[in-house]
């Protein structure tokens, strides 16, 4: 389980080229980096080996049933009430929370644009947060936000963490390395990164982009889980094993620090003299986790007809209201397609859900053009949308042998919640004035005789 510790004047080298991980989605997991350095029968010994300060962190009510119940032991070198001294106010102007209502003056419609532009100028990932969407309440812990990220620069001294939500990062081009209090994370496009409420991190380049880009859930909810397979069984779709929490990794650096902190909404800062990601070992089930979207197992129709895409659902945070998610991560995974005389696009669509899709890479089948990779479209409660007129047409008219749908990755944010649009999002110069067209050739074709038209 060791984990060599990092050093803030060596970071790449002193940190092992090879990161580890441990399997398995909500395991209670331990792991050290200095031998001893976890305590063994007990959580809270009179005094910790090395001189470590014992801490718990509680990512559920400490009453929440034993199926929910939340929570790590950190052993590290100081406590987090030095991590934090007197907040200042700060601001992060494009990272925004619900509710946030009427900025703007874009009208209800389906939305589609295209990828956030490259920055001009440095910024790292904290600044390059864009919020396109939010949903529900913040305050009250429901509904979430999604955004855009863009940024070409190190979070070096600065870390951040988020009281409002856990962050669920979907990287599009360019792999980072997410640098948390438990561990280290090295995550690529078409992998998934979950960072846990209250976690402090900091977000590193890996690679050499020109510019790093993807997309967030913050989930301001009940914390995602997996889903219930149902009748599908016991396996399929995203299997535990395939998600990877990090061994303990600690950066022990004594110099100016700023850590940053949402809550409720706001940005504070507060300065300290030394890194808050200081844990030398840890216990229990409250951690980070990266997940590989090319390990999902799709589940689908076989016979005929096109099944709703809940079949493609890798992480669900529920709502007291049995199936019905505070938000949905879906993914539009590679696939055979073989269902015999039947439309084998996704459906016309009206949803009480409210739909934030983005695509990694490839084609998302239900379109033929403009949803590029970065791209993002919005098809917001009851507002119909489905496959444009050339998709329409080329699936109407398909040989219905079997198809492999490759080199694709589309996803979906798919909240209860309306999602308001940001001013940012309203008038980002990547929005498609166009995009309704897509669907103008679907011309009618009843003319009240029987037959296929
Ligand atoms: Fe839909």
């Not at 003056?105 to 990828?115: A, E, K, T, V």
């Not at 009748?231 to 650096?253: H, Q």
């Amino acid at each position: 389980m060791d984990q060599t510790m990092t050093q803030a004047s060596d970071k790449e080298a002193s940190v092992a080229d090879k990161l580890q991980y441990m399997p398995g989605f909500g395991n209670d997991f331990e792991t050290e980096t200095l031998p001893g350095a976890l305590p063994q029968g007990q959580n809270s010994p009179q005094k910790c080996n090395y001189g470590l300060y014992a801490e718990q962190l509680s990512g559920s009510p400490f009453t929440a049933p034993r199926g929910t119940n939340e929570r790590s032991w950190l052993y590290r070198i100081r406590p987090s009430v030095r991590h934090t001294r007197r907040f200042s106010n700060a601001s992060c102007p494009l990272w925004k929370s619900a509710p946030c209502l009427d900025d703007h003056s874009l009208p209800l419609g389906q939305l589609r644009w295209g990828p956030v532009p490259t920055p001009d100028e440095k910024l790292t990932f904290l600044e390059g947060v864009r919020t396109m969407t939010t949903a529900g309440d913040a305050l009250t812990q429901t509904g979430m936000a999604a955004h855009v990220y863009v940024f070409n620069d190190d979070m070096v001294d600065d870390y951040l963490f988020n009281a409002d939500g856990e962050l669920l990062i979907v990287p599009q081009v360019g792999a980072i390395r997410v640098f948390t209090e438990m561990g280290i994370m090295d995550v690529e496009p078409l992998e998934i990164v979950l960072i846990p409420r209250g976690m402090m991190f900091k977000v590193l380049c890996k690679g050499d982009e020109k510019v790093w880009r993807g997309y967030i859930c913050e989930n301001y909810g009940a914390k995602f889980t997996l889903p219930d397979r149902g009748p599908i069984g016991a396996n399929c779709l995203a299997n535990p094993r395939d998600f990877k929490t990090p061994v303990a990794a600690f950066e022990d650096k004594e110099t100016p620090c700023r850590v940053h902190v949402k809550w409720c909404g706001k940005f504070y800062v507060t300065e300290i003299g030394h890194s808050p990601l200081d844990v030398v070992a840890w216990h229990g089930n409250y951690a980070p986790f990266k997940y590989d979207l090319r390990t999902f197992s799709p589940v689908g129709a076989i016979l005929f007809d096109h099944p709703d895409p809940s079949i493609f659902t890798v992480l669900t945070a529920p709502t007291e209201s049995a199936g019905t998610a505070n938000v949905d991560f879906v993914i539009f995974p590679p696939r055979w397609l073989v269902a015999e005389h039947t439309f084998r696009p996704p459906w016309y669509h009206r949803n009480i859900m409210s739909e934030f899709m983005g695509l990694i890479h490839g084609q998302y089948d239900a379109k033929e053009e403009g949803f590029a990779p970065g791209g993002i479209s919005l098809h917001n409660m009851m507002l119909p949308h489905g496959p444009d007129a050339s998709g329409f047409e080329k699936a109407s008219n398909a040989e219905l042998k079997p198809v492999k749908l490759d080199h694709t990755m589309a996803f979906m944010f798919e909240t209860r919640y309306p999602q308001q649009v940001t001013k940012y999002a309203a008038e980002l110069e990547t929005l498609q004035d166009n995009y309704l067209e897509c669907w103008d050739g679907l011309e009618r074709r009843f003319d009240g005789t029987p037959g296929i038209k």
